[in-house]
């Protein structure tokens, strides 16, 4: 028999597809620290080569992505370190080479002079070496002008003064451009040459104080063999000693040029050590009467009539000239 109830309803069996699709993988979380090796390689290199090695690290153990950020952060890190530590060697070199090169260059264009350093410039304003305190000298003796600080020889309306150290290599170098034709002014009365022999280099002849005795050397010559002087300054500078040397001996200073008089008492006794030193602290400080300048700078120092001389120390056609335009000659 037939039932006439309807069949119980039955559930709805949850829809189930045919063909399932797999679920797409997920994609790898990017390093953080790999992230950060390439962002800081625009800024700072070494933080960039730091964690670019960290990141790679990381990425090894944990899969994560970013390699590519890791490793481009690691070069560009690694060529900003390159390109400071170039740098920073150059700026070395520049500071050690050429700058010191400009200022010196500036620094003796500004006095007319050569670079000013140990050769030529001085230390102090005091007095140096260990002469014997005594009296100075005062009146005029010979070519020596006491009261006046300076040897002078020539009776010419135009005055040069030139200053100088005996142990001065620049100085040497323009007395031997130079010297010819200012003796040769002397001679034909165009000028008077006055010479101021400084004392400053004492402390580069190993205690010696040469440049105390040469000076001294070059006054006892003044004073006994007036006629003598330029010929003795001429031989002193042909027969200078090198820096750091102990010099040349008073024997040696005594027997540099054959002289009427024999210098070699006035040397052994000591005399005009303290007016020579007196005169270089006089320079050194100033004033300097009737002159561009109130105080020497650096050796050599040569004044025209007051007027110094900026030109080259070894161009005798230069120096010529500024004679010229000085109205000497």
Known sequence: ???TEPEPTRAPEPYSPAYGHPPFPAAPKTNTLAIISLVSAFFVSLVAVITGHLALGQIRRTNEGGRGLAIAGLVLGYVGVVTTTLAIVLAIVFAATVIPLILSVVGG????LPSLSATNEPETDEPTG???????PTGTVGAAHFDDGYLSVGTGAQVVDVYFDPMCPYCRQFEETNGGQLAALVTDGSI??????????????QGTAYSTRASAALTCQATL???RLLAYQAALFANQPAEDTAGRSDAELAGLVESPADISACLAAGEYQGWSQANTEQALNGPIEDADITRIQGTPTVLVNGSVYAGGLTDPVEFRDFLTAGSVG
């Open 225 to 227: 063999n007036p006629e």
């Open 192 to 205: 008077t040459l006055r010479l101021h022999s400084l004392t400053f280099l004492d402390r580069v002849s």
């Open 1 to 3: 028999m037939t039932s």
């Open 109 to 112: 264009n500004a006095a007319g």
């Open 130 to 136: 260990d002469a014997p305190q005594q009296a100075l």
